[in-house]
T-cell receptor, first 114, second 113 residues
Framework: GAGVSQSPSNKVTEKGKDVELRCDPISGHTALYWYRQSLGQGLEFLIYFQGNSAPDKSGLPSDRFSAERTGGSVSTLTIQRTQQEDSAVYLC????????????FGQGTRLTVV | GNSVTQMEGPVTLSEEAFLTINCTYTATGYPSLFWYVQYPGEGLQLLLKATKADDKGSNKGFEATYRKETTSFHLEKGSVQVSDSAVYFCALLSGGSNYKLTFGKGTLLTVNP
């Protein structure tokens, strides 16, 4: 596709359940990022993947959060035992290795934990 | 650490008014600076960027100049349109972690006809 694709666009889940959020980056982009956009908190960095290097997970807020990137392309962000404070919009972005100054964002997944 | 402070909104203007959204930053080294825009129901889009001091980024009538002496990157537009209504985010990319964008909290702009 032409842009970064995220699915689902909306997810409502019960507290305590696990959720998986998917990101398809732009073809050929080696760098992939996850951010979280919370009301009143702005945008927070979660995790970064670059090629085959070990990911930078320093932004993950707890060990309930994990992410993987298979085959250097699609990424999945998993939140286990969801809590109400996990409610937010989760944004994925990708950028070409040659120019990390431009990140292309998907439309995000709005997660609501009830 | 890195941080971005931008003007709190919301900002409400009439069409053709002049817009300024202030942004200042704290960063190590020589950051690259960005304005991203989020239109209603859409994802974040890069609006403009500047990668070194005194550079001016411009796009769609918006401009911002990288001022190292004042650590600022204020967004301006001479005549706003209703279609400019959106949330605007100032951001920086800096230091050893030259892939983590640090964002301001965003400014909601509403332009009335």
């Amino acid at each position: 596709g032409a842009g970064v694709s995220q699915s689902p666009s909306n997810k409502v889940t019960e507290k305590g359940k696990d959720v998986e959020l998917r990101c398809d980056p732009i073809s050929g982009h080696t760098a992939l990022y996850w951010y979280r956009q919370s009301l009143g908190q702005g945008l927070e960095f979660l995790i970064y993947f670059q090629g085959n290097s070990a990911p930078d997970k320093s932004g993950l807020p707890s060990d309930r959060f994990s992410a993987e990137r298979t085959g250097g392309s699609v990424s999945t962000l998993t939140i286990q035992r969801t809590q109400q404070e996990d409610s937010a919009v989760y944004l994925c972005a990708s950028s070409p290795d040659r120019d990390r100054t431009e990140a292309f964002f998907g439309q995000g997944t709005r997660l609501t934990v009830v | 650490g890195n941080s971005v402070t931008q003007m709190e909104g919301p900002v409400t203007l009439s069409e053709e008014a002049f817009l300024t959204i202030n942004c200042t930053y704290t960063a190590t080294g020589y950051p690259s600076l960005f304005w991203y825009v989020q239109y209603p129901g859409e994802g974040l889009q890069l609006l403009l960027k500047a990668t070194k001091a005194d550079d001016k980024g411009s796009n769609k009538g918006f401009e911002a100049t990288y001022r190292k002496e004042t650590t600022s990157f204020h967004l301006e537009k001479g005549s706003v349109q209703v279609s400019d209504s959106a949330v605007y985010f100032c951001a920086l990319l800096s230091g050893g972690s030259n892939y983590k964008l640090t964002f301001g909290k965003g400014t909601l702009l509403t332009v009335n006809p």
